[in-house]
């Protein structure tokens, strides 16, 4: 059993969709949440991070955290075929941040 | 600003050669770490280096060495490749204390 479960995609939707990207995870011990995303041939950058539980919004985007039911989401509202990408979770128990644990990642394809 | 740099970009190695990736870092960075890739499976960590002269195995060591040369750069090197070691390899870079990684653009490495 994998420690980081993330919804597998691909998702492809039209433009203006709100989107939303889901993690869970078993480690009681996670306390940061991280989201990447991954342009295609590119390596990944910072989308946001959360620390603990609530929410965190940033532009289009908002992360969620609920530690009582081990769940993460990130929402993209007005969506952008820029934002076509691959996106990943990733969580720490500390702020060591190469050593979170990532999931597999959900492709977003957004269509014109 | 460089960010983290990774050479080469693409490499195809026959079974049993060896190659070092080299990865450098402009970022001041204490943490550095190596990475690989593979379709539908996220990120897995291979080594990583707190600091400095340190060096440690992440989930995935077995087949590769690593030298932290400087506080700039970190090698990765495989000294007998297998056709299982075909992935995307990504250098990362880390302060201690910050839940932020920026990862390279990744070398491409075929073993046939």
């Known amino acids: 059993q994998k420690e980081v479960e993330q919804d597998p995609g691909p998702l492809s939707v039209p433009e203006g969709a709100i989107v939303s990207l889901n993690c869970t995870y078993s480690?009681?011990?996670?306390?940061?949440f991280m989201w990447y995303r991954q342009y295609s041939r590119k390596g990944p950058e910072l989308l946001m991070y959360t620390y603990s539980s609530g929410n965190k919004e940033d532009g289009r985007f908002t992360a969620q955290v609920d530690k009582s039911s081990k769940y993460i989401s990130l929402f993209i509202r007005d969506s952008q075929p820029s934002d076509s990408a691959t996106y990943l979770c990733?969580?720490?128990?500390?702020?060591?941040?190469?050593?979170?644990?990532f999931g597999d990642g959900t492709t977003l394809t957004v269509k014109p | 600003n460089a960010g983290v740099t990774q050479t080469p970009k693409f490499q195809v190695l026959k079974t049993g050669q060896s190659m070092t990736l080299q990865c450098a870092q402009d970022?001041?960075?204490?943490?550095m770490y190596w990475y690989r890739q593979d379709p539908g499976m996220g990120l897995r960590l291979i080594y990583y280096?707190?600091?400095?002269?340190?060096?440690d195995k992440g989930e995935v060591p077995n087949g590769y060495n690593v030298s932290r040369l400087n506080k700039r750069e970190f090698s990765l090197r495989l000294e007998s490749a297998a056709p299982s070691q075909t992935s995307v390899y990504f250098c990362?870079?880390?302060?201690?204390?910050?839940?932020?990684?920026?990862f390279g653009q990744g070398t491409r490495l075929t073993v046939v």
């Open positions: 280096s707190a600091s400095e002269g340190t060096t």
């Open positions: 970022m001041n960075h204490n943490s």
């Open positions: 990362a870079s880390s302060e201690v204390m910050n839940t932020e990684a920026f």
């Open positions: 480690n009681s011990a996670f306390q940061y």
């Open positions: 990733a969580m720490s128990g500390h702020t060591n941040a190469g050593k979170s644990t």
